[in-house]
């Protein structure tokens, strides 16, 4: 099989020869379809979307797969179910049946190699706690990391805790130990924890910049620090909410290209009609007609909705840098953290997307997708 269009980094035509789910060859092409070709998007953090909720006290098949459906339809091609702060009890139920669903569907085992788990062991103080229940919050504990992976088969391939609770260095030094990435967030740490836990083995900060206090000291903070320790890849929500332009354009220049990430952070009312919500896990919630979620009555928001596709495009435009380089944010950087995807080379996995886009528009207009080397989605 050969796939088509024009490559984002140099703005020719390229051909890309697809075997066995891998990229066997990469040439130049003249005649070549019009969209761009990129690498499929790798989204290290979904809540859900349009709808479908995985925190919602019961993950069903439909949830899933119609998750996978409506990813590939905004160019994700690969993504990490994401469970926040709940009981040990939900978190097992909502483990056991992802890995379950998984295993009997080959489009979802190809497009989910893993699970994020977005707690329970954040701050338990209002602001940095975010929408995660506060009755829910609790110390790291070893013992129940491993009932989780037991629940699973070993699928939880990524864990958020904030590094300022007792025992925190031993529990990521475990995590680690084993193969799991740790991320930091949702935190109100001093910048001494943030090291400690870089030097246990933590390489992730979540959400940076989001997550966090209203008000926090100039100097020092976590925040800097977080951005200062070169053993940390931050992932940013390039909404043009979450992040001003100014702080999300600063934000990448001192963590640089190739320790930052774009996430989407999409929760299930991302994609929805503009109204009013009751949600299990925020309560009363908004959505506007531009797609913003805020606690109704309030200017705090209380998700994100915006796709990778459209983090991509606004991101390119927060910080005035190519389109090439904000799909990096969004492929490859985050590929790493999954078994290497999101690269357009030789031996790569053939997880590609066609799209278009035009500068200063908002989002990437994904026209086909291909996962392992077979196309999954055509719009």
């Known amino acids: 099989m050969i796939v ?33 070709l990129s690498a499929g998007l790798v989204d ?19 949830i899933v797969l119609s998750l996978c459906e409506e990813l590939l339809g905004v160019g ?11 009981s040990e009890e939900a978190i097992l139920q909502a483990l056991e049946a992802i890995a379950k669903i998984r295993a009997g569907h080959r489009l979802i085992a ?32 070893i013992a129940e990391f491993d ?38 967030g949702h935190t109100a740490a001093t910048p001494e924890q943030i090291h400690a836990a870089a030097e246990a083995g933590a390489v992730l900060s979540t959400h940076l910049g989001n997550g966090a206090a209203a008000m926090l000291p100039r100097h020092p903070n976590f925040i800097w620090a977080q951005l200062a320790d070169d053993r940390l890849t931050a992932s940013f929500i390039a ?8 702080t999300f354009k600063a934000m990448l220049r001192a963590k640089g290209i190739d320790r930052a990430i774009l996430v989407s952070d999409m929760v299930a009312l991302a994609g929805m009609p503009p109204g009013g919500y009751d949600q299990p896990v925020g309560g009363r919630v908004e959505v506007s007609p531009e797609g913003r979620i ?21 991101a390119a435009d927060m910080a005035g840098i190519p389109l090439a380089d904000a799909l990096v944010l969004a492929t490859q950087n985050p590929g790493r953290f999954v078994g290497g995807r999101g690269r357009l080379e030789v031996g790569a996995r053939a997880d590609l997307i066609r799209f278009d886009w035009s500068e200063g528009e908002r989002e990437l207009k994904v026209r086909e997708a291909w996962v392992h080397g077979e196309k999954a989605f055509c719009g």
């Open 4 to 36: 088509d269009g024009i490559d984002p980094r140099t703005g020719k035509g390229i051909a890309i020869e697809i075997a066995d789910g891998r990229i066997s060859a990469i040439r130049p092409a003249e005649n070549t379809s019009s969209h761009f």
């Open 44 to 62: 290290l953090q979904v809540n859900g979307f349009r709808g479908f909720d995985l925190n919602n006290g019961e993950v069903t098949p439909k």
């Open 76 to 86: 994700v091609t690969t993504w990490l179910p994401t469970i926040i702060t709940a």
């Open 110 to 141: 190809e497009m989910v190699p893993g699970v994020h788990v977005e707690g329970p062991s954040i701050s338990d103080k209002d602001g940095p706690r975010g929408a995660h229940p506060l009755e829910h919050v609790r110390p790291p504990s």
């Open 147 to 184: 009932r989780w992976q037991q629940a699973c088969g070993n699928l939880v391939s990524m864990v958020t805790i904030a590094p300022e609770h007792d025992g925190s260095s031993d529990y990521i030094r475990a995590l680690a130990t084993h193969g799991v990435h740790v991320a930091l």
């Open 239 to 246: 909404d043009g909410w979450h992040l001003p332009a100014d």
């Open 294 to 314: 805020s606690v109704a009555g309030t200017p705090y928001l209380a998700g994100a909705s915006l796709p990778l596709s459209a983090n991509v495009a606004i």
